[in-house]
């Protein structure tokens, strides 16, 4: 049989079978394009060497990132993961789900400051600033969620513009946020009582482990066959 390559299905035809099979790039559009069917042998040999060149991408880039810090600045390149990792939510949402969001940054902006509060004035250690944090922003994206997704299109990106934007205000004139200063001297602390998170080589690392596990666990989601 020929097999139809599609991530979330598979269409098994008969070897003698001609037919073409097409895919409405749109609902609304009669564009219309032919779709590429493979025998189970060059569909194998496809497969493998997406997987081999996906993995040496893969591979190099950890490379760099595991040297960058002998080379770069290390609280440079902690920003630009840290963005990176903001732009992978942001795309896991718009990418994968079409849901317009203006407001996402108050997620972030959220943990930043439950995460720097916590461990600047309750003496939280930083694994524990890092999870008080995660909740909190996870908690205020249940609230905006739960308000947002009864709209769709334009009236769900507004909603979250507004609601992010009152979250701004709020932020701002709250005050253990610090207001336009913003929190300063936050301690870095010690990683479970060990490691000095106040090298900057230890915290990168740290950061990186962070990244590499929040991306794998974004991919995990993507594929997973729910």
Avoid at 25 to 30: D, I, T
Avoid at 49 to 72: E, K, R, T
Avoid at 164 to 183: H, I, N, R, S
Wanted: aromatic share 16%.
């Amino acid at each position: 049989s020929i097999r139809y390559r599609h991530p979330n299905f598979w269409l098994n035809l008969p070897q003698r079978t001609e037919v073409e099979l097409l895919v409405r790039v749109s609902s609304r559009s009669s564009l219309q394009v032919p779709l590429a069917l493979y025998t189970p042998t060059a569909f194998a040999e496809l497969e493998r060497d997406s997987q081999f060149g996906i993995g040496l991408f893969y591979g190099i880039l950890l490379a760099l990132m595991l040297v960058a810090p002998a080379v770069l600045y290390p609280v440079l390149v902690m920003k630009i993961l840290c963005f990176a990792l903001f732009a992978c939510a942001f795309n896991l949402l718009i990418g994968y789900t079409g849901l317009l969001s203006f407001g996402h940054a108050v997620f972030l902006g959220t943990a930043g400051y439950v995460a720097g509060h916590s461990i600047k004035v309750w003496g939280f250690p930083p694994e524990l600033g890092l999870i008080a944090a995660t909740l909190a922003a996870a908690a205020l994206g249940w609230v905006i969620g739960s308000l947002a997704i009864r709209r769709s299109g334009i009236y769900f990106a507004m909603i979250t513009l507004a609601l992010a934007q009152m979250m701004y205000f709020f932020f701002l004139q709250a005050p253990f946020t610090g207001g336009e200063d913003g929190l300063q001297d936050v301690p870095r602390g010690k990683l479970l009582g060990i490691i000095d998170l106040a090298d900057d080589f230890n915290l990168y690392y740290f950061v990186l482990a962070i990244f590499i596990f929040a991306f794998w666990l974004i991919h995990r989601t993507i594929h997973s066959p729910f």
